[in-house]
């Protein structure tokens, strides 16, 4: 090796690289930490997240429906309880009082009259999820909202306060993070790496793109959306494929009228995530978001018609004074989504000395606190039991919550509510039942070209439909690789069941 020598290497400077080399650098003060990442963090999830710190509040029907999803829930509500302290040792080791009061509390989830049957569902499940944990909120009338005017048609038919959910501002974190590093004496350096260096089943370091090297012993891949060029240094189908989840945040400012004082979202809709408006400030500055669109290679960024409907619906479904607010900025990142849409989260024990830590795919920033002590524990081999993170192991086959003929159900309605959320009207001579029967052919046509049939998720299931031959030609020797490492796998639904 030509270049620098540490203890661990952490590829990515986004919100999980950093979070992990600050609680690296909290539990070994000796340690020899390097962070390596371009400073501009193109495309980076992190840098265009709300970033709402959401956990009852992004529950689906699939939440509670099987071990690996409850798992998932779970480090998502130990993180809603571990934010508060997090954020005070941030602020201590950076000595960042102004990021102390960038969390805001307190999140409304509103159902529009407009609301699609799976948005629908979700709000039962979240209604659900808050009693089943006991989790405080409270039922309120939603023209009470402060901040609420919607369009005539898009009045809420009910809103849920989560006193305990709220937000973040993700910029200043990222921020402060890389203030707090510095001060733990951990080395932030610019720059992108090429390859993991990898010889007789371990790994030994880094090689980066101006081609100098640099030696360490553990290195923890936590490059967001753009891992699959490390996965591929893997034996082929060891670790699920990475994905690219797309997605758009604008930042706003409100023009001579008083804005929102707490995160107002709707429930996630099918395959998306929810309309959310986050306030960042005093100032009427806002955040806007999300848009969701999975891809298999990464997009130049989000289309011109989900950029419209995504600011047409906050101003109609939220407050329709939301046209005067000014454009700042536009924020384009990518979420790291898996085929399956479970996070990599640990080490790999086809290569020693390698760790994952990514995937996150919608919740990253809210979950970080409790990945980065669970990656803590990883590195430095802590004998710690981690019952959640078992299932995220990141060499695994595929996890299939669900059966295909319940996947290809679950696209139908996903789709079918995409075009209702994008304004669809039907004439009443036109039978819902003949859309329902497109989308079944679409989901049908799909899973005969596929290898290996598994359950996809219905965003995922899209975006192999949008871009076929591109998709199948990475999908299905991926497929063929999962057969012939892990054998007929069980799915983790069937065991379930069996259980
Ligand atoms: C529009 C949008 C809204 C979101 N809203 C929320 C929200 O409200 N709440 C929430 O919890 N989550 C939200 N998320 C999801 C959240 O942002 C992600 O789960 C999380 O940020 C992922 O963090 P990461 O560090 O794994 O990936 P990233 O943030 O993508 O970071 C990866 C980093 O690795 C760097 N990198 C890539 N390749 C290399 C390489 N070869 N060498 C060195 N460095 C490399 C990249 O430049 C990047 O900086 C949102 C995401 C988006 C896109």
Not at 70 to 99: E, Y
Not at 278 to 289: A, K, N, Q, S, T
Not at 355 to 363: H, K, P, Q, S
């Amino acid at each position: 090796m030509d270049g620098g020598m540490c203890d661990v290497v952490v590829v990515g400077n986004g919100i999980i690289g950093l979070s992990t080399a600050f609680e690296l650098s909290q539990r070994a003060a000796d340690l020899r930490i390097s962070v390596i990442g371009p400073p501009a963090r193109e495309g980076a999830a992190s840098v265009a997240a709300g970033a709402m710190l959401n956990c009852f509040g992004e529950a689906t029907v699939s939440t509670l429906g099987d071990p690996a999803s409850i798992a998932k829930f779970a480090v998502t509500r130990a993180a809603l309880d571990a934010w508060p302290a997090w954020l005070d040792k941030l602020c201590d080791a950076a000595d960042g009082a102004r990021a102390r009061r960038s969390m805001r509390q307190g999140t409304f989830i509103v159902l529009g009259a407009g609301a699609a049957e799976s948005t629908i569902s979700n709000s039962h499940a979240i209604r659900s999820a808050l009693a089943t944990y006991d989790e405080p909120f409270e039922e309120v009338v939603p023209a009470e909202i402060k901040g609420m005017a919607p369009e005539v048609n898009s009045r809420p038919v009910r809103a849920l306060h989560l006193p305990r959910e709220g937000s973040i501002d993700a910029r200043e974190v990222l921020a402060l993070l890389e203030r707090a590093l510095t001060t733990r004496g951990v080395d932030v350096i610019p720059g992108t790496v090429e390859q993991l260096v990898i010889s007789d089943g371990r790994v030994h370091g880094v090689r980066l793109a101006g081609g100098e090297t640099m030696s360490a012993p553990t290195v923890v891949v936590a490059a967001g959306s753009l891992t699959q060029r490390f996965i591929e240094q893997l034996p082929p189908g060891a670790v699920p494929l990475m994905l690219h989840g797309t997605g758009l945040g604008v930042l706003t400012q409100r023009h001579g009228v008083p804005g929102f004082g707490q995160v107002v979202r709707t429930p996630n809709q099918s395959g998306a995530c929810g309309l959310h408006l986050v306030p960042l400030d005093d100032l009427g500055h806002e955040y806007i978001g999300g848009t969701n669109l999975p891809s298999f290679l990464p997009s130049a960024g989000p289309s011109i018609g989900v950029s419209f409907n995504l600011l047409r619906r906050a101003c109609e479904d939220f407050d329709h004074r939301l046209g005067y607010s000014r454009i700042h900025r536009w924020l384009v990142g990518r979420r790291p989504v898996t085929l399956d849409g479970f996070p990599l989260l640990g080490a790999a024990p086809s290569c020693r000395g390698l760790v994952f830590a990514t995937g996150t795919y919608r919740d990253g920033f809210h979950s970080s606190p409790v990945i980065a002590a669970h990656l803590a524990d990883v590195v430095l081999e802590r004998a710690v039991a981690h019952p959640y993170f078992d299932h995220f192991v990141p060499e695994r086959p595929p996890i299939e919550r669900t059966s295909v003929a319940a996947a290809i159900d679950e696209f139908i309605v996903h789709e079918n509510d995409d075009a209702v959320m994008l304004g669809i009207r039907l004439p009443y001579c036109v039978a819902p039942e003949s859309i329902s029967g497109h989308y079944r052919r679409t989901a049908e046509d799909v899973y005969s070209r596929m290898a290996e049939p598994i359950a996809l998720l219905p965003e995922i299931l899209n975006a192999v439909n949008n871009e076929p031959s591109e998709c199948l030609r990475l999908l299905n020797p991926y497929l063929r690789a999962v057969r012939e490492r892990y054998g007929a796998w069980v799915a983790p639904r069937a065991l379930w069941c069996a259980g």
